[in-house]
T-cell receptor, first 112, second 108 residues
């Protein structure tokens, strides 16, 4: 059974650029959620995808968008990067909603 | 808009039980209570979750107050590997709210 994987592990961008982060969910999981974790803080829910449809969204602006593919892998896209977007971005997959989510190791994004 | 309140830090001696408290006074009837823990440089790890009744699994127990406005995560015998930040979380509809977490130190 393959766990949740994320790529890349680290990324450096400049303000105003766009970034795409990728996540492969655990085998059999059809739900993927994305979180932003700033240094020293708890994760903040960005959005959740279930069977390729957005199924819930946290308090993040529209420049944060996502996709889920037929194989349930997912992408997080962030446009017009700001310095405050620097954070660890976590992806989690589950069988049902938010129950028993399995988290990936995260992608560390630095915006200069 | 924090949904849960936890102590910033707690200490426990190795091999002793640990009770990690969480207040969630604004919980509504359909909100689930979840606990995750996070070790340094790792993603969070699922510990346990429940709705109304107390729950037990191989990792921990979850005790939920009768009015559901608070809960307690119980680690029955703390080990050094249990040192982590423990998050108490409410899921409400299609939202998932992490709190600020409790940093647990286990003393050998």
């Amino acid at each position: 059974e393959t766990g949740v994987t994320q790529s890349p592990t680290h990324l450096i961008k400049t303000r105003g650029q766009q970034v795409t982060l990728r996540c492969s969910s655990q085998s059999g999981h059809n739900t993927v959620s994305w979180y932003q974790q700033a240094l020293g803080q708890g994760p903040q829910f960005i959005f959740q995808y279930y069977r390729e449809e957005e199924n819930g969204r946290g308090n993040f602006p529209p420049r944060f968008s996502g996709l889920q593919f037929p194989n349930y892998s997912s992408e997080l896209n962030v446009n017009a990067l700001e310095l405050d977007d620097s954070a660890l971005y976590l992806c989690a997959s589950s069988l049902v909603g938010f129950n028993e989510q399995f988290f990936g190791p995260g992608t560390r994004l630095t915006v200069l | 808009d924090a949904k849960t309140t936890q102590p910033n830090s707690m200490e426990s001696n190795e091999e002793e039980p640990v009770h990690l408290p969480c207040n969630h006074s604004t919980i509504s009837g359909t909100d689930y209570i979840h606990w995750y823990r996070q070790l340094p440089s790792q993603g969070p790890e699922y510990v346990i979750h429940g709705l109304t009744s107390n729950v037990n699994n191989r990792m921990a127990s979850l005790a939920i107050a009768e009015d559901r406005k608070s809960s307690t995560l119980i680690l029955h015998r703390a080990t050094l590997r249990d040192a982590a930040v423990y998050y108490c979380i409410l899921s409400t509809g299609n939202q998932f709210y992490f709190g600020t977490g409790t940093s647990l130190t286990v003393i050998p």
